[in-house]
C-alpha cells in the first residue's frame, strides 16, 4: 500500500478497537484505559464524557471520520447517544473547562449536531463570574476558584466560545478575557499567568500557561475589535520571548519555570508543553494583524518554533523521558497535527513539502509502534520510571488510540487530496489554517 493507504487502514483499524471499547451505563461511556490484567472496569470514570478521555473526544474522531467517508449505522448511532448524553448533561453540568467540561461539550455537539452546542454555551454564560468560572477541578490545594489556562481554565473557554459561535459566544468570551486581564502579572518584559492569580510555578507553554493564555487573547481581540485583547497577547510574547531561547535558528520556552522538582526534560517539544503548540500564539497574533513582537516577526517565529521541533529528533526516543507518548496532548500525533496545520497554511511550496514530510514521519513512526491484532490498534506508550516501563493501551482523543486516528485519517487524506484538503478545525487550532479550508467554525466556507 502507499503512505496514505497504510495510514488510512491503521486509522481504521484502531477506530475498531475504540469502538470496541465502548461501554453503556446512562449512555456511552469509555474506560481511559485497557490494561490486560483488567479489560473491563467496573464503572465509568468520574470525566466519563469529557473531551480529554471521555465521550466528548469521539466527537472530533467521528467528524474526522465522516470527512473520508460516510459513518456507519453503528457510528451513527454512536454519534446520536453521544449526542444524547451530553445534552444531558450540559443542562446541569457545573464543570466549564473545554477539555473536562462545559466547553468540551459545546465543542462535541457543535461537531455532531450544529446548533445543539446552544445548551452548553447557555450553560456557561450563566455561570459566569467577573473573576471567570469556578472549577470542579481538584488541583488547586484550598480552593475551586477559577484557572486561566487552555485545559482546564478561562482561556480554553474563551476559546470554545468563539469557535461555536453562538448567541452567547461574545459575552462568555468578553467576560473570559477580561477575567484573564485581571490576572495576569506584570513581568519586566510583558505579562504573564499562572494556572491562577499567585501561583509561583509556571508551564509557559500552550496547553497551561502564557502561550495559550495569549493565544485566546489574540484571537478573541480579533473577532471582537478588542485592541486590549490583542495588546495583552503581544505582551504575553513578549514575555516568552524574554524567557525562552532563540538560540540556532529557533525558539523554545522551558517546560517549567521555575525547573520542576520532578524528574521532566527542561524542553520539550509537544503540543502541551513545547513549541509545537506554542506555535499557534504566533499564528493567533497573525490572524489578529500583528506583525511584530520584540522586533521579531510573528510569521518567523512561528517558523522557529516549529525548526526546533523537526531539529530535536522527534518522534525518535533518543533517551528515557525525551520521547515516550504517541498521543496528541503529549506526544507525536499532536505533533503531526500541528505539522500538518503548518503544511496547508504556507504559501511556499517548498516549505509545505518540508513539512508534510514531516508530518508523514509522525504517522512512520506511529505505523511502527502500534500493537495490531483482530481487535485492531493501539499504541502502548512508556513511563520509564516504572517497571514494568509500558503503560496500557488508551483509547481517549489527547491519550490514545482515537486522536492517533483521527490524525491518521487527516494525513492520509491531505497525501491523497492535497494541500487543499478540508480541514476539521477544533477551538485550539482553526486559526492556524486558511480560513477556506475549515468545516465547522461558523462563518467560514463550507
Not at 456557561?124 to 485545559?151: E, K, N, Q, Y
Request: net charge negative.
Amino acid at each position: 500500500m502507499d503512505g496514505a493507504a497504510t495510514y488510512r487502514d491503521l486509522a481504521e483499524s484502531a477506530w475498531s478497537w475504540v469502538l470496541g471499547q465502548v461501554r453503556e451505563d446512562d449512555g456511552p461511556w469509555l474506560p481511559d484505559s485497557v490494561p490486560d490484567d483488567d479489560p473491563d472496569p467496573a464503572q465509568p470514570a468520574d470525566d466519563r464524557d469529557s473531551l480529554y478521555a471521555g465521550i466528548a473526544g469521539l466527537a472530533p474522531a467521528l467528524a474526522e471520520i465522516a470527512r473520508s467517508r460516510e459513518l456507519t449505522d453503528t457510528e451513527q448511532e454512536l454519534r446520536d447517544r453521544v449526542v444524547a448524553r451530553l445534552t444531558e448533561q450540559a443542562a446541569v453540568r457545573v464543570e466549564p473547562s473545554l477539555y473536562d467540561g462545559l466547553a468540551g461539550d459545546a465543542t462535541a455537539l457543535r461537531l455532531l449536531a450544529p446548533g445543539a452546542e446552544k445548551v452548553a454555551l447557555d450553560r456557561l454564560a450563566a455561570l459566569a463570574t467577573p473573576d471567570g468560572w469556578p472549577t470542579t477541578i481538584t488541583i488547586r490545594p484550598d480552593s475551586h476558584a477559577p484557572l486561566t489556562d487552555i485545559v482546564m481554565g478561562t482561556a480554553g473557554i474563551v476559546l470554545a466560545a468563539i469557535w461555536a459561535d453562538g448567541e452567547q459566544s461574545a459575552t462568555i468570551a468578553t467576560t473570559g478575557c477580561e477575567a484573564l486581564l485581571a490576572a495576569a502579572d506584570r513581568t519586566p518584559a510583558g505579562l504573564d499567568w499562572g494556572m491562577w492569580p499567585g501561583h509561583p510555578a509556571r508551564g509557559p507553554n500552550y496547553s497551561h500557561g502564557t502561550a495559550g493564555i495569549a493565544t485566546a487573547l489574540a484571537v478573541t481581540g480579533a473577532a471582537q475589535g478588542r485592541q486590549d485583547f490583542v495588546d495583552a497577547a503581544v505582551e504575553g510574547a513578549q514575555h516568552l520571548l524574554d524567557v525562552g531561547s532563540l538560540e540556532d535558528g529557533g525558539f523554545v520556552v522551558p517546560h517549567t519555570i521555575p525547573p520542576s522538582t520532578r524528574e521532566v526534560e527542561p524542553v520539550t517539544y509537544t503540543w502541551c508543553h513545547g513549541p509545537a503548540g506554542t506555535s499557534y500564539l504566533f499564528a493567533a497574533l497573525g490572524h489578529a494583524g500583528v506583525q511584530t513582537v520584540a522586533g521579531w516577526d510573528v510569521a518567523e517565529l512561528r517558523e522557529r518554533c516549529l525548526h526546533s521541533v523537526l531539529a530535536s529528533g522527534v518522534p525518535q526516543r533518543l533517551r528515557p523521558g525525551f520521547w515516550d507518548n504517541d498521543g496528541r496532548c503529549c506526544g507525536t500525533a499532536g505533533v503531526g497535527e500541528v505539522l500538518l496545520d503548518a503544511a496547508q497554511d504556507t504559501s511556499d511550496p517548498a516549505r509545505s513539502a518540508q513539512l508534510l514530510s514531516a508530518a508523514e514521519l509522525m504517522g512512520e513512526a506511529l505505523v511502527e509502534r502500534a500493537i495490531r491484532d483482530d481487535d485492531g490498534a493501539r499504541w502502548r506508550f512508556v513511563e520509564y520510571r516504572q517497571e514494568p516501563p509500558l503503560l496500557p493501551p488508551g483509547t481517549s482523543w489527547m491519550q490514545g488510540a482515537a486522536g492517533i486516528a483521527a490524525f491518521l485519517l487527516r494525513l492520509s487524506r491531505v497525501l491523497r487530496d492535497g494541500l487543499e484538503a478540508p480541514v476539521v478545525d477544533r477551538p485550539d487550532q482553526w486559526w492556524a489554517v486558511p480560513a477556506g479550508l475549515l468545516t465547522v467554525h461558523a462563518g467560514a466556507p463550507r
